[in-house]
């Protein structure tokens, strides 16, 4: 079975500099997909970026990058320029590919934004 | 284009009763998935339909079952209601078969409390 596990609880980081939020995941499969959702106090799951394992370049999405080590089985998110909206619960997530939308989640890190 | 809409938003149950959730899915998709969020577990996947079919059942309890219709619409219901039970209901949607990589998207949830 497949597992998810985000060893950060919680992080902070001061305004306009750079974070990086760290997930580790475990499979036997080599195909499959790599998110990260972000979950504001509203509670609703917001996709920031997704990864395909099949590709090597890593995912970019304006000031959020992954760094994908399929090798290592990790998928890192970094946000640049953090920015005071950023504040939220950051949850990474595995999807197998081809056979369900299921989604299994890590344990999710609290981002604080220090002004 | 709407969302996923999520009704009702807000609940409270006394234990043993039973509660109906409806998710309804963005326009022209056909897969729903649900998923239970608690602060203990985390976030748990319960079921996945597709054309009115269920493709994918969590580990839950057959007190928790859901169904989907012609719509696309889904609900899911919880019978016989336990206190552990209190937990915020996610639903998502997503377009076609999960034979690709496409996006999921969340509905804002439904807070359930059972007392």
């Known amino acids: 079975a497949q597992t998810v596990t985000q060893s950060q609880p919680e992080m902070s980081v001061q305004e306009a500099e750079t974070v990086t939020l760290s997930c580790t995941y475990d499979t036997s499969e080599s195909d499959y997909y790599l998110f990260w959702y972000k979950q504001p106090p509203s509670r609703q799951m917001i996709l920031v970026i997704r990864?395909?394992?099949?590709k090597q370049q890593n995912a970019t999405e304006n000031r959020f990058s992954v760094n994908f080590q399929k090798a290592a089985k990790s998928f890192s998110l970094k946000i640049s320029d953090s920015q005071l909206g950023d504040a939220a619960m950051y949850f990474c997530?595995?999807?197998?590919?081809?056979?369900?939308?299921?989604?299994?989640w890590g344990a999710g890190t609290k981002l604080i934004i220090k002004p | 284009k709407a969302g996923v809409t999520q009704t009702p938003r807000y609940l409270i149950k006394t234990r043993g009763q039973q509660v109906t959730l409806s998710c309804s899915p963005i326009s022209g998709h056909r897969s729903v998935s649900w998923y239970q969020q608690t602060p203990g577990q985390g976030l748990q996947f319960l079921f996945e339909y597709f054309s009115e079919t269920q493709r994918n059942k969590g580990n839950f309890p057959g007190r928790f079952s859901g169904r989907q219709f012609s719509n696309s619409r889904s609900e899911m219901n919880v019978s016989t209601l336990e206190l552990g039970d209190s937990a915020l209901y996610l639903c998502?949607?997503?377009?076609?078969?999960?034979?690709?990589?496409?996006?999921?998207?969340f509905g804002e949830g439904s807070w359930l409390t059972v007392v």
């Open positions: 990864q395909e394992a099949y």
């Open positions: 997530a595995y999807r197998s590919d081809g056979k369900t939308y299921q989604l299994i």
């Open positions: 998502a949607s997503s377009s076609g078969a999960p034979l690709s990589g496409n996006t999921i998207y």
